[in-house]
């Protein structure tokens, strides 16, 4: 069986080559050009298209730390098929530091985007249209939004056997099970017929070593399973499957003392926190309404009433 040309973004790419191809996105008013460069290694041999992606929000700096250690590893250079690495996605956050696009947009919630509409829609059209239709499977790094500090887990929707079965394979600490948010990248590449993984691990602006290496690992996996690179999967242990959850909030206002570790189970009663003034006069204590894990904990320190502070599984 031949290994049919790859053509992306106009060009044909070659084989055992590495491509880097800089996907254009707008000027500055300086005129200065803004490009996000794609990374593409494609083989001799058959196989299908792999495309790892990070950093749509431009603060969550931990997946952009994962496919850098990918590509350092050589993980992306297959012996059968295409791995394309886009390590930046949202350039211009990322250059800023900032979650959103210069228009104030997540450009998370713009797929798949318009010809003519704003510049994050835009910029989404050019994805959905361009790269998009010519890969087979999308891993999506994020993390956390704020201070919200997620243990590495695998996102997807329950009635997706082939992202199930990734999923298992990658072998996060935890799945969640989540529906496809309207207009967000899982979304639209799911209707396109693609298996998508949404890796969540750690907060923004952080490069967390654990996390990276879950990253690294899970990514890893997939690749051998998928035939494009060799080796042996690595099975640590079986996850923890999250059907159901509940975000537990602050009652009052006040400094957040946290109490408890991310991953861990805790039962009905556990003090997960504690809210404190910073007068030594008001203490209150945040206790677990259920048995659970613990997989996502706020950070900050100073928080108001009705805050999200710690997402908890329910279980049966």
Known sequence: MLNKPFTLLGKVIPEGKRTVIDLKVAKLHTRTPI?????????????????????????????????????????????????????????????IHTREFPDGRDLNRMFPGTQNGSLASQFAYQFSEKIAPFVDYVIDFHTGGGLRDNIAQIRCNKNDDKGLELAKIFNPPMIFFSNNIVKSLRETLHKMGKTVLLFEGGKSYELNPTIINEGVNGTRNVLIHLGLIQGEITVRETPIFVKKSKWIRASDSGMLKVMVFNGTFVKKREVLGIIQDPFGEFKKKIYAPFNGFVFCINKTPIVNKGDALFHLSIED
């Open 35 to 95: 490009n996000v460069p794609v990374i593409i290694e494609h083989s001799s041999n058959p196989g299908p298209v792999v495309l790892l992606l990070a950093g749509i929000h431009g603060d969550e700096t931990n997946g952009v730390g994962i496919i850098r250690e990918i590509i350092d590893q050589k993980l992306n250079k297959p012996q059968k098929g295409t791995i394309i690495c886009i390590p930046v996605f949202n350039i211009f956050g990322y250059l």
